[in-house]
């Protein structure tokens, strides 16, 4: 007697690659984001240290949120108003500026992120910026995409997101002006 196994297809293979839903619950989110910083935080001495690892930990996510994202794109036709941070927290940054001084510089603030909400930050770590991972991410994501950048984060009104992009892609860019 012969015995066959066959198995049902999988709900999770059937589904398009196309928009699904993207909402997560904020207070999962909330536990899991937590428990990275806690573990990242018993792997490191300093919090310049934590701050590099949550970054790099980032750059990890943004490297993957990139390949999705492009993915997604429709019928191959390149999006100009796809806004990587409204896929990440489903609205706009508080607000995008260029530095005065210096034209590869850029900054991103957001006055409450929803990464810090549920961290509670003792005393003696008071410079720590566990937005650092979304620093990663938006570094990854620029780099990946041809645009090299280096990102940092800081307090400032807020939470700042400094990008400093490397000098050929701002000549590139101001070749691409001349033309």
Known sequence: METC???????ILERPLSRPKT???VSAFGLLYSEVVQYSQS?????????AR???????????????????????????KVSVWRALFGKEADKLEQANDDDKTYYIIEK?????????????NST???????????DAILTHSGFPAKVTVHWHKGTTLMIKFDEAVIARDKALEGR
């Open 43 to 51: 792997r490191v001495y300093s919090v310049s240290e934590l701050q």
């Open 23 to 25: 909402e997560v619950s």
């Open 128 to 138: 720590l910026n566990c937005a650092a991972f979304i620093g990663g991410i938006v």
């Open 112 to 124: 409450e992120p929803l990464i810090n909400m549920y961290i509670s930050v003792p005393k003696e």
């Open 54 to 80: 949550l970054a790099e930990l980032g750059q990890r996510v943004g490297a993957s949120l990139l390949d999705v994202l492009v993915l997604r794109e429709r019928s191959g036709k390149r999006e100009t």
């Open 5 to 11: 196994f066959t198995r049902g297809k999988s709900a």
